[in-house]
């Protein structure tokens, strides 16, 4: 889906009115037994290296997204799909993909699965796994092609933006995979629509 500049502006200009809160992330997805599909808009602020820090961009994404609750008791969501998307790539050891752990995290699933708290802070996220996005960067009221975005990033993360990984390696087990998990912040939140109902900001 291509996010024309005036829909990326209304959805920049919705997340600053934003409210949503995690009573009403919970009970959006209270109905939930499982794993949903989901069409996830969000507002996000890109990190610029330090001589950019007077300059703002801001990334528009629209993306189909996996959102979970009321699952079983023990059910690790990141590291079942690890293990399913590594034992189809066939790169691994077996003994390693059977004995992924995910490592410690800064936030912690609350009693509805897809809506994490911060460890240490009062702050609220989604939790959510990106199956395909579209976006769009927007600077000065325009939109930016991603290779010009690129001379605005350290060098790590213009390498990370122009040459992403199709393949993950978590190195503390050493995995491969291709899952794409996100951890969003609900001040970043536009809108959700899943389970035939909208969640707007």
Known sequence: MEIALQTAKDY???????????????????PLKGATFAELV??????LAAK?????????????????????????VY?????????????DNRQNIDNFESQGNY??????????KHKTEDKYY????????SSVYVKDGLILPKEDVAHYLTPAAARK??????????KANDVHHTVQLRVVS???VVSVHALHEELLA
């Open 12 to 30: 920049i200009r919705a997340r600053g009115f934003s409210t949503l809160t995690p009573e009403a992330v919970r009970a959006f997805l209270s």
């Open 42 to 47: 969000q507002v996000t602020d890109v990190a």
């Open 52 to 76: 950019h820090k007077a300059e703002s961009i801001v990334k528009v994404s629209v993306a189909n997204v996996q959102l979970f609750n009321n699952l079983k008791d023990f059910t690790n």
């Open 79 to 91: 590291v079942n799909a690890v293990k399913r998307t590594a034992e189809k790539l066939g790169l």
């Open 107 to 116: 936030f912690e699933h609350t009693d509805c699965y897809s809506l994490c």
């Open 126 to 133: 989604l939790f959510l796994i990106y199956n395909r996005a």
């Open 161 to 170: 933006l122009m040459e992403p990984e199709a393949v993950n390696y978590n």
């Open 186 to 188: 609900l001040s970043n």
